[in-house]
């Protein structure tokens, strides 16, 4: 079975600090996604990832980066969290031509 | 640019009833997958069922099957006998199938289906 993992289910974190969410996949799957849902607005893209080192902006890439220095390991920086970066995030991969799975989700809480 | 609606915000259907949430998408391509995907509650993302628009024959898996009109751009999922666990959002998504793509999701708003015992 595909398995996507992320390093937290919950975070609590205070304005201005640095987060890092970390996404790991272990099927070998070129691309990885990170996005972000709200109640009322689904999913929306914040980056993605096609192949080591390569990212591309979703629809919502302010105030964050990513980083993919291994296939497996895809990770979100918010440098510097906002209140309204409260959110779930969710983490994704997928191969050039099979369907996408999902990890468990970080519920992210800024103060 | 391609559009995924999801025109039912919430749904609800009686236990053993069968129940079909609506999705229509708008796209000049020919070739793409569809996707259902459900989210329970407090739960993690994962897939119910998959179609190739190159394929004619509706998916089905289990008591899950789909009406895809490709000429219509319609996709809708049937739900058939629907359990306590079926209670979750789901969510329709198109992805585009040509060479170079890199796998991006094109997601729905979402239905939030409630199954009354």
């Not at chain 1, 205070?14 to 996949?25: A, D, I, P, S, Y």
């Not at chain 1, 096609?50 to 964050?64: F, R």
């Amino acid at each position: 079975d595909v398995k996507v993992t992320q390093s937290s289910r919950y975070l609590v974190k205070r304005t201005g600090e640095k987060v890092f969410l970390e996404c790991v996949q272990d099927m070998d799957h070129e691309n990885m996604f990170w996005y972000r849902q709200d109640p009322g607005l689904g999913l929306r893209l914040i980056y993605f990832s096609y192949d080591v080192k390569m990212k591309e902006k979703g629809d919502i890439p302010e105030g964050y980066s990513v980083s993919r220095e291994k296939k497996e390991r895809f990770s979100l920086i918010l440098e510097s969290a906002s209140t309204n970066q409260t959110s779930m995030y969710l983490c994704a991969s997928s191969g050039r031509r099979s369907t996408q799975y999902f990890g468990p989700g970080t519920r992210l809480t800024v103060l | 640019a391609q559009t995924v609606t999801q025109s039912q915000p919430e749904m609800s259907v009686q236990e053993a009833e069968t129940v079909t949430l609506s999705c229509t998408y708008d796209t000049s391509e020919s070739d793409y997958y569809l996707f259902w995907y459900k989210q329970p509650p407090s739960r993690q993302m994962i897939l119910v069922i998959r179609q190739e628009a190159y394929k004619q024959q509706n998916a089905t898996e289990n008591r899950f099957s789909v009406n895809f009109q490709k000429a219509a751009k319609s996709f809708s999922l049937k739900i058939s006998d629907s359990q306590l666990g079926d209670a979750a959002m789901y969510f329709c998504a198109y992805r585009t199938y040509g060479s170079g793509n890199t796998g991006k999701l094109i997601f729905g708003q979402g239905t939030t289906l409630q199954v009354k015992p």
